[in-house]
């Protein structure tokens, strides 16, 4: 599964929904960016969006949104149940798909610095992108809410922000920005009105006071509905389950006389947590998720969406043929180069190329993603060459097959620039993993030759003789000059084997 990031935004607007619709409508801004869901609490005055989308994607999406809430919720008139700290109060990413929690970490630390650095907004970052044990749990973050907050983060070191200024922004408060494992948002109603019931059960339940490990509980008074509610957080569903915190406030309710009336879910939740619940009330034998209709469904449907690039490949169609192949060994190159650098960036004894290889990190990537572009632009190249020739108008082939020339021109062009930074990485990155910066530079050079190879034989069915000699020469500098740094890769490479 291709890399996928869930962000779950929670704003501190519960009651207007045209806010929360212009704070939506500012996120899925851009094209690929998918909203999923959202919802709104008027009691606790806070609202939760969930949207999914490229990692690529997700920084600029979830800035839009944090901007957008803080041009429109005032955190120094806000009241509300639920605790808070900011117009965005958190903004937690989940890693989905192959996406792994260091790769949302760095999504983390990218959006805490834009918010902090562009909106003067205090980030603290939270569960896995903590930048110190204290601030892992979101509570002790969040301790003092906005204006406990507000009125210590000048003068306690220990409110000191991660991102952005040691000053509470009066508007917009303050934001925590993490990553963490799917959670299940779950509350359970009360036929009572004691909110003393509701506190006892959760504290019950709830991990800082001897609960369950990964529950974390709060009770409410929920007066629309005379009733008491106990809110949750259920932050490891696959090790504390849904029934079973269910079945503990069922039994604990039962010691002050009082039922449960209902539950909830809030936003989205894996179907695997559901799964469980089924499971465990109808005592099901023998029951696996591939017997649900729609799981079945969509395992069909993923076998059958298509072969993979390198079928598409050994196919008898001729493309994708090796222009195709060569731009995927570029991206590759530029893949691995940019691992190279995550494995170095933060390691102690790196710290003197931690901006140089940041900074090349986020240029490979870059590059990587236009490489892979690339493996279907030269199919289409090709494709084009097939349909002009069917005119047989000479100036609709002429310009065809020059555009053909030109794309793997281009690979030649963007894998020079990767193994240049290869070089780099071979020679600073993390020296145990220098066989994979070697890699990457016999990935690049064979993307510029083969791209070569893809070059000259579009120049041979030309006209344009100026074309042809530009070309050319231009694609022989190219194999002249990666030629040389693949060399010195190689070289610096086995002198550490």
């Known amino acids: 599964m291709a890399k996928l990031v869930e962000c779950v935004p929670n704003f501190s607007e519960g009651r207007r929904p045209e806010v929360i619709e212009a704070i939506c409508k500012a996120i899925t801004e851009e094209e690929g960016v998918i909203l999923l869901d959202h919802e709104m609490d008027g009691d606790h005055n806070r609202a939760v969006v969930t949207f999914v989308c490229d990692p690529k994607l997700a920084v600029d999406a979830a800035f839009r949104g944090i901007k957008k809430a803080s041009e429109l919720i005032d955190m120094s008139t806000h009241k509300g149940e639920h605790p808070r700290m900011g117009a965005c109060d958190v903004c937690p990413f989940i890693p989905l798909g192959d996406m792994t929690i260091e790769d949302a970490v760095e999504l983390a630390n990218k959006l805490g610095k834009k918010v902090g650095d562009e909106l003067d907004i205090p980030v603290y970052l939270y569960e896995d992108a903590a930048s110190t044990p204290k601030r892992k749990n979101l509570a002790k973050v969040r301790k003092g809410q906005y204006e406990g907050i507000r009125d210590s983060i000048e003068t306690d070191k220990s409110r000191k922000p991660d991102y952005g200024p040691a000053k509470m922004n009066i508007k917009a408060g303050a934001t925590a920005i993490g990553v963490r494992f799917p959670l299940v948002a779950f509350n359970v109603y009360l036929d009572t009105n004691k909110k003393w019931i509701a506190d006892n059960i959760a504290d019950a339940i709830r991990s800082i006071k001897g609960g369950y490990r990964f529950v974390k509980a709060l009770g409410f008074e929920i007066k629309e509905r005379d009733q008491v509610q106990i809110s949750m957080n259920l932050v490891n569903y696959t090790k504390t389950p849904i029934f079973r915190v269910f ?59 298509g072969e993979s ?59 990587k993603d236009e490489l892979e572009k690339l493996v279907e632009t030269d199919k289409e190249a090709f494709n ?57 530079g016999l990935m690049g050079m064979a993307a510029i030759e083969g791209a070569g190879y893809n070059v000259k034989i579009n120049l041979t069915s030309l006209q344009d003789k100026s074309f042809i000699e530009k070309t050319k020469k231009e694609a022989e500098a190219l194999i002249s000059e990666g030629t040389e740094v693949a060399k010195r890769i190689k070289k610096r490479v086995e002198s550490l084997l």
Not at 259 to 285: C, H, I, K, Q
Not at 336 to 365: F, H, N, P, Q, W
């Open 247 to 305: 079945e503990t406030i069922k039994s604990e309710a039962a010691r002050y006389g009082v039922n449960v009336t209902s539950s909830e879910v809030v936003g989205l939740l894996p179907n695997d947590a559901l799964v469980d619940v089924s499971d465990f009330y109808l005592r099901l034998e023998n029951f696996t998720k591939e017997q649900i209709l729609e799981e079945k469904l969509a395992g069909a449907n993923t076998g059958t969406q």
């Open 309 to 367: 690039f390198y079928d598409e490949v050994a196919s008898s169609s001729p493309a994708p043929g090796g222009g195709s192949v060569a731009a995927s060994a570029g991206a590759l190159s530029a893949a691995l180069s940019a691992m190279v650098c995550r494995l170095t960036v933060g390691k102690k004894s790196y710290k003197d190329v931690k901006d140089e290889l940041s900074d090349i990190r986020d240029k490979c990537d870059v590059l």
């Open 384 to 440: 084009k060459v097939m349909e002009a020739f069917k005119t047989k108008d000479d100036d609709q082939i002429e310009k065809a097959t020059q555009y053909a020339a030109q794309v793997p021109l281009t690979v030649m062009q963007k894998s020079l620039e990767v193994i240049k930074m290869a070089e780099v990485v071979a020679d600073k990155g993390n020296e145990n993993s220098v066989t994979d910066a070697g890699v990457a």
